[in-house]
């Protein structure tokens, strides 16, 4: 019953904007990092974004920087990735995924790894005209 729910993704033209969100069913959020992830056909998965159990630390993959925002809100026990000026690179099938572990740090920057406990079954994402 430890599972996650991605919600949000659909048909937008280059430009616009979606909001992607992420609910997990049979536990709360608050003990977990959780990170973005995506994969377009044919492409290996890469991080998008990840954000600390409590919310003070996010990082972002150099592509979405300025574009994507990731936050959560631990009392709806949820987790939200809003996405702006989408482009077709964007295309891809997004996946969240959460870990109890906390975040590991190098330098400055929120590592956000690959190492996660539970992951969703994606929402497609396509930004085309």
């Known amino acids: 019953q430890l599972q996650l729910v991605e919600s949000g993704g659909g048909l937008v033209q280059p430009g616009g904007s979606l909001r992607l969100s992420c609910a997990p069913s049979?536990?709360?959020?608050?003990?977990?990092?959780v990170g973005w992830f995506r994969q377009a056909p044919g492409k290996e998965r890469e991080w998008v974004s990840c954000?600390?159990?409590?919310?003070?630390?996010?990082n972002y993959v150099d592509s979405v920087k300025g574009r994507f925002t990731i936050s959560r809100d631990n009392n709806k026990n949820t987790v939200t990735l809003q996405m702006n000026s989408l482009k077709s690179e964007d295309t891809a099938v997004y996946y969240c995924?959460?870990?109890?572990?906390?975040?590991?740090?190098?330098?400055?920057?929120?590592?956000?790894?690959?190492?996660?406990?539970?992951w969703g079954q994606g929402t497609q994402v396509t930004v085309s005209s």
């Open positions: 995924a959460a870990r109890r572990e906390g975040p590991a740090y190098y330098g400055g920057n929120m590592d956000c790894g690959y190492n996660y406990d539970y």
């Open positions: 954000i600390s159990r409590s919310g003070s630390s996010t």
């Open positions: 049979g536990f709360t959020f608050d003990f977990y990092v």
